[in-house]
């Protein structure tokens, strides 16, 4: 087995991974990147709306209002003193990224646009059309390519590797191209990996990859877990595909409407306040539309150009003329692994920061347009602490991996079926409304899910690019985190933002 040496591992590619590395790198330490798909692919790419930083560019606005905004989204689970340093640091941070080249949109006298999403008290967010995540993504690795950081595409997190002071020092990886097994030796290691929206299988707004593997891996070495319940549904995502309709659509002025051609709730409010607005309708029989038709086709063009090249392409209508079929859909997960202001895990080496890690910034309830400044801000305190800590000397133990324990599991039972019912479950009863008596039962069928995974082999037995075996690991993967969602959701009886449990 191939064992690579660097002073700081990052694991994911996304803006997060990106930004630590940029940052670990200027500290002179050496950095390597691993990431499971390509960094221009990662979720980064569909925060469309903005970022978050009280500019006042467009109205009055303060830090303040951003701090106060996002308490009151967090519905009191969220930590005020991590709070007031990401939205004290926004304005520096926007101002960086303008800096190494994001081209922000821009107001007629030349300042940095900014629009008005849920939540907000002001228009607050910095945005690039709608394709603000986008071009943040691609300036930042342009960026990392112009410091020489090596990253290597088509790398699956297996394991953690523990070193003999009980202290995370490299992680054992599949090299997806080839099937081998490699070893990677680190002196701090910054998990990057994204979230896990995706355990709801096709009711998810995220990309395939989006299975919580960073999550899962670093729960198998002992890493503290917190507000796993806390889910975040998007009110506006596609009705046959799940693909995300932007919050701009609705911050530059679109509607919401039911079958009647009825205004049902306020569009602005909380996403969680209008998801379930929308599922109350949807329980009556009706289906809900967004209508920006009344925006008009230049200003949908300008601002608004991806949401109308979506809706044609996954569709079939056009937002110019057309109502938008949507519904909503697991978007974003709050939870995550536990970080300190450090963004150090409970586990001595290991780092972790955007939609893995919960800096506890968003609570029960995510603010519009701070999934972006979190990255950032956190990206940054990651990569520069993870470098003051690459000094240290450590030996790894060995560790067995996943394949060798499946390397004896049939396949009498399809486990993309099940992945797929899965998916369909956790939605309806791990959802938008909750029940008690439904979260027991979905915690019932997972552990039976997880009693019959030896018989859910893989049946392809080739190395290169086995995509049947990446997509096993993922769905066990899937299965110890969900688990941990529904007993969190359990354990939580009382409703609480994104959380909501209904009575009976």
């Known amino acids: 087995m191939n064992s690579l040496k660097t002073d700081v591992l990052i694991i994911g590619a996304g803006g997060a991974g990106l930004v630590a590395a940029i940052h670990a790198k200027e500290q002179g330490v050496s950095v390597k990147v691993l990431t499971k798909e390509y960094p221009t692919r990662s979720q980064t790419c569909m925060a469309q709306g903005g970022i978050n930083a009280a500019l006042g560019n467009v109205s009055e606005d303060s830090v303040e209002n951003h701090i106060a905004n996002t308490l009151k989204s967090a519905h009191g689970q969220a930590d005020e003193e991590a709070i007031r340093f990401m939205c004290s640091e926004a304005l520096e941070t926007v101002a ?41 993504l691609h300036t930042l690795y342009d960026k990392a390519l112009s410091l020489g950081i090596d990253i290597e595409n088509e790398k699956f997190l297996l394991e953690l590797l523990e070193d003999t002071q009980g202290g995370v020092s490299g992680a054992l990886m599949l090299d997806i191209r080839s099937g081998e097994l490699q070893k990677y030796e680190a002196n701090a290691v910054i998990l990057a990996s994204g979230g896990y929206s995706r355990i709801y299988d096709k009711n998810s707004t995220n990309s395939t990859a989006s299975t919580g593997d960073g999550i899962a891996a670093a729960l198998r070495v002992g890493a503290k877990l917190i507000d796993m319940e806390f889910v975040q549904f998007h009110p506006t995502a596609l009705k046959k595909s799940s693909i995300l309709i932007s919050e701009s659509a609705r911050g530059e002025g679109g509607y919401l409407l039911n079958s009647k051609g009825e205004r049902f709730t306020n569009e602005l409010a909380p996403r969680d ?35 109308r090249k979506l809706a044609k392409l996954y569709e079939d209508v056009d937002p110019v003329h057309d109502l938008i079929p949507i519904k909503p859909v697991a978007h974003y997960t709050m939870g995550g692994i536990e970080v300190d202001n450090k963004s150090q895990t409970s586990v001595s080496g290991l780092f972790a920061c955007g939609e893995c890690a919960n ?94 995974l030896p018989s859910m082999g893989v049946s392809d037995s080739s190395k290169v690019y086995n995509t049947n075996l990446l997509e096993f690991i993922e769905f066990h993967n899937v299965l110890d985190v969900a688990e941990v969602v529904v007993r969190a959701a359990l354990k939580r009886d009382k409703s609480c933002g994104a959380h909501f449990m209904e009575e009976v």
């Not at 329980?283 to 150009?305: M, T, V, Y």
């Open 359 to 452: 800096h506890r910034v968003h609570g029960a309830n995510r603010l519009g347009g701070n999934s972006l400044l979190e990255i950032v801000v956190f990206g940054k305190e990651a990569g520069i602490n993870a470098a003051k800590m690459a000094k240290k000397s450590t030996q790894l133990q060995e560790k067995r991996s996943i394949i060798e324990k499946i390397q004896g599991y049939t396949n009498e039972i399809d486990f993309y079926e099940k992945k797929q019912s899965l998916g369909d479950l956790l939605y309806t009863k791990v959802g938008i409304v909750r029940k008690k008596g439904e979260l027991q039962e979905v915690l019932e069928e997972i552990k039976l899910l997880k009693s019959q």
């Open 96 to 136: 960086w990224l303008e800096n190494i080249g994001v081209c922000f949109s821009r107001t007629e006298d030349g300042k940095i646009a900014q629009r008005r999403l849920g939540g907000a008290s002001a228009p607050r967010a910095c945005y690039a059309q709608d394709y603000t995540g986008l071009k943040i």
């Open 273 to 307: 306040e209008v998801s379930r607005a929308i599922h109350e309708e949807m329980l009556k029989g009706e289906e809900i539309f967004l209508d920006i038709r009344h925006l008009g086709e230049d200003f949908i063009e300008e601002g608004l150009p991806q949401e």
